[in-house]
């Protein structure tokens, strides 16, 4: 069974400055890689997924995550966060091989302090 | 296209009421899926339908919870009688079926939030 750990639970960071939001997995197949974003009140969105190909995937809002399959790692980063991005960042596995149950990590809660 | 749409966004109800989710995946898709959250326990995957058929319900959490897919475009997830431990936030989500370019995207309604009290 894939299994998923997002590290923190809250982070708060200040205006402009870098975050990283860090995902482990664990998982005896393959997988499929996303970061989903939810904001208040709204229904979970993808940010970016790492399929196969190049380990360093842009997404959207200038968030970009690396794979690292020897530390079975997920990490997001972002160079410079708004206040809008302010929201929980979900981190979530789906094996290649299966049908398409995603597992989603207990996520991590942003807050950007202006 | 308008989304997944959910419908009630906001449902209160007694202790023992019957109480049904609605929800309409965006067209073409072959996935649908149910979730639960609350600040416990997270982000729950109830159960799923590929083309119309459950695959699985393996996270319903009792025999109180049951959902349907009479056609591509419908499914309901009902809640009967409900209890105050129900009250949560429940999303549907849909998804491109097999094929070669999809994405694996899974599309979030909006949510209901549902309070039992």
């Known amino acids: 069974a894939q299994s998923v750990t997002q590290l923190d639970s809250q982070v708060p960071v200040f205006e402009e400055a870098p975050v990283e939001l860090r995902c482990n997995y664990s998982s005896s197949v393959s997988v499929y890689l996303f970061w989903y974003v939810q904001y208040p009140n709204q229904g979970l969105q993808l940010l970016l997924k790492?399929?196969?190909?190049?380990?360093l995937v842009k997404g959207i809002n200038g968030f970009e995550a690396e794979f690292n399959k020897s530390q079975t790692s997920f990490h997001l980063r972002k160079p410079s966060v708004h206040i809008s991005d302010t929201a929980e960042y979900f981190c979530?596995?789906?094996?290649?091989?299966?049908?398409?149950?995603?597992?989603f990590g207990p996520g991590t809660s942003l807050s950007v302090i202006p | 296209d308008a989304g997944v749409i959910q419908s009630p966004r906001h449902e209160v109800t007694e202790m023992g009421q019957e109480v049904t989710l609605r929800c309409k995946p965006i067209s073409g898709h072959d996935y649908l899926f149910w979730y639960r959250q609350t600040m416990m326990r997270g982000l729950e995957l109830l159960i799923y339908?590929?083309?119309?058929?459950?695959?699985?319900d393996s996270g319903m959490p009792e025999d109180r919870f049951s959902a349907k897919m009479p056609n591509a475009s419908f499914s309901t997830l009902k809640i009967q009688p409900s209890e105050p431990r129900d009250s949560a936030v429940y999303f549907c989500a849909s998804s491109e079926g097999q094929g070669r370019g999809r994405t694996y995207e899974q599309y979030f309604g909006p949510g209901t939030r549902l309070t039992v009290t």
């Open positions: 790492y399929l196969s190909g190049s380990t």
């Open positions: 979530a596995v789906k094996r290649i091989t299966s049908y398409d149950k995603v597992i």
């Open positions: 339908f590929n083309n119309n058929v459950p695959i699985d």
